[in-house]
């Protein structure tokens, strides 16, 4: 399991691969992503019972996200997010993709559900 990347420093740009419409009753995992000065990419949770927690992303690796730490990369204590929720991979290139693996409460990219395996711009 990745551990939590620990920078408070840094300012990195991003996107929302989880639903932004959280409500008091529902907690909603929000993440946000950014390649850092070390080359590896950031994930950063902004919403949910994990906000603030930070993980670091290595180029040309696939990352399992969800709330079962025997199979997941990077684990959510959040009943919003599947045992096994969404696939993170990023390429070489540092082309990112992200697939739902059939979750529960699906996953949004910019507000709008992913229907299978879709790169973020």
Same mark, same amino acid.
């Given at each position: 399991?990745?551990?939590?990347?620990?920078? @408070?420093?840094?300012?990195?740009?991003?996107?929302?691969?989880?639903?932004?419409?959280?409500?008091?009753?529902?907690?909603?995992?929000?993440?946000?992503?950014?390649?850092? @000065?070390?080359?590896?990419?950031?994930?950063?949770?902004?919403? +949910?019972?994990?906000?603030?927690?930070?993980?670091?992303?290595?180029?040309?690796?696939?990352?399992?996200? +969800?709330?079962?730490?025997?199979?997941?990369?990077?684990?959510?204590? @959040?009943?919003?997010?599947?045992?096994?929720?969404?696939?993170?991979?990023?390429?070489?290139?540092?082309?990112?993709?992200?697939?739902?693996?059939?979750?529960?409460? +699906?996953?949004?990219?910019?507000?709008?559900?992913?229907?299978?395996?879709?790169?973020?711009?």
């Amino acid at each position: 399991m990745e551990e939590p990347f620990e920078d @408070d420093d840094v300012d990195i740009p991003h996107d929302s691969i989880f639903s932004d419409e959280s409500s008091d009753k529902d907690a909603i995992a929000q993440i946000n992503f950014g390649l850092i @000065d070390t080359g590896r990419w950031l994930l950063k949770v902004i919403s +949910g019972p994990n906000n603030g927690a930070e993980f670091s992303m290595a180029t040309d690796s696939s990352y399992l996200l +969800g709330t079962d730490p025997n199979s997941c990369d990077i684990v959510f204590h @959040d009943t919003s997010v599947s045992r096994q929720h969404a696939r993170i991979s990023i390429a070489q290139d540092d082309t990112l993709t992200v697939e739902d693996l059939k979750s529960r409460n +699906g996953t949004t990219v910019d507000g709008e559900s992913l229907l299978g395996k879709q790169p973020l711009a």
